[in-house]
């Protein structure tokens, strides 16, 4: 299903809707301040595995990334950051970027693989911010790609319907997306690394 969705005030009964899908193992599109977005609940081994499928990789290799609502529960999936990633972080945050750190024990239970990173995202964009309060843990999200060669992403949420419909349980349109993806950071060493240029802008 197409749900429209109010980007600045987004309604309390549609983002429930939102987060019941994603608890019952639902696959959701849903916009960010980047690209739009494809994903699931992280506890939800099925949803992980449609998603995989849905980006034709195995979820043992894909790099997914976690959509946080803020920095808080970073300590469940990463380890100790230094204060020099921290201060980058709470700089930068909510934006466009997505932070590539060391992750803990949690996150190889999650996808089942011997993952020993884990990219987290808190994105400047109210809808999947509020699922993700709703919800109380993080969203697993990967871009929404296009097979256009010249426009890599699809930015128009109608046309994202109208393409994976009947893949996905349900597309939200919050409204005309970007076409530049995040800005990655790979934050795993001694210093820092701009693995991608995107959007973000150190």
Known sequence: MLLHIHPENPSARQIKMVVDCLNDAGVVIFPTDTVYGLGCDIYQSKAIERVARIKGIKKEKANFSFICHDL???ADYARPLNNSVYKLMKATLP???????????????????KKKTVGIRVPDNKIPV?????????ILSTSVY????ILEYTT?????????KDLVDIVIDGGYGDNQPSTILDCTGEEVWVIREGKGKI
């Open 95 to 113: 934006g466009p970027f997505t932070f590539i750190l060391n992750a803990n024990s949690n996150v190889p239970k999650i996808f089942q693989s």
């Open 130 to 138: 509020e699922i993700v309060k709703e919800l109380g843990h993080p």
């Open 72 to 74: 808080s529960n970073l």
């Open 156 to 164: 128009d949420p109608e046309l994202i319907h109208e393409k994976f």
């Open 146 to 149: 296009d097979e256009d060669e």
